[in-house]
């Protein structure tokens, strides 16, 4: 049986800083999060490497571990930008419109678009977001809940995984 492939977002990204979680103390943590990158299990998307770059010092900690790890941030497909149309024609306040390109469409996208092979026990894509549902309020969630895309933090992600230290 397949396991779930994780979409992160820039807002977990941030939240796991080895600034805040130091390698050499949480271990085990960040051995598990090599596994699944490794694994190809812990993607992301291309937007989200560049809002770290935007953001984030050149000294940051996550953006060299992120630079490391290129691989894992997925290049815009034609699918992917029929998707955010979807998403944005019904949700076009998810993202700023005078604002650069932002990745929380295209991080929902890549959840929703499909193998191009497809196995006997496809994938679940789960989205790992800090962002929470409120409301109505037009975040990840909310966004990603009325496409049928599941949501959860990273401490969540971790439990999922059954991850203790």
């Known amino acids: 049986m397949s ?11 941030l939240g796991i800083k080895p600034e805040n979680f130091p390698p050499d103390i949480y271990v085990g943590m960040w051995s598990n999060i090599e596994n699944i990158t490794k694994n190809g299990r812990l993607i992301s998307h291309r937007y989200v490497l560049e809002e770290l770059r935007k953001y984030e010092g050149k000294k940051d900690k996550i953006l060299k571990w992120a630079e490391k790890h290129k691989n894992i941030f997925k290049d815009v497909t034609p699918q992917q930008t029929k998707l955010v149309q979807q998403i944005l024609g019904k949700f ?11 990745a929380d469409p295209f991080i929902i996208a890549l959840a929703l678009e499909k193998e191009p092979q497809q196995t006997l026990f496809p994938s679940r894509k789960t989205v790992v977001t800090e962002e929470k549902l409120k409301g109505n309020k037009t975040k990840i969630p909310f966004v990603a809940q009325d496409f049928g895309v599941s949501c959860v933090n990273i401490f969540d992600m971790f439990r999922r995984e059954g991850w203790k230290w």
């Open 92 to 102: 076009p306040s998810l993202i700023d419109i005078n604002g650069s390109v932002e």
């Open 3 to 13: 396991e779930d492939i994780y979409i992160i977002d820039t807002s977990s990204l």
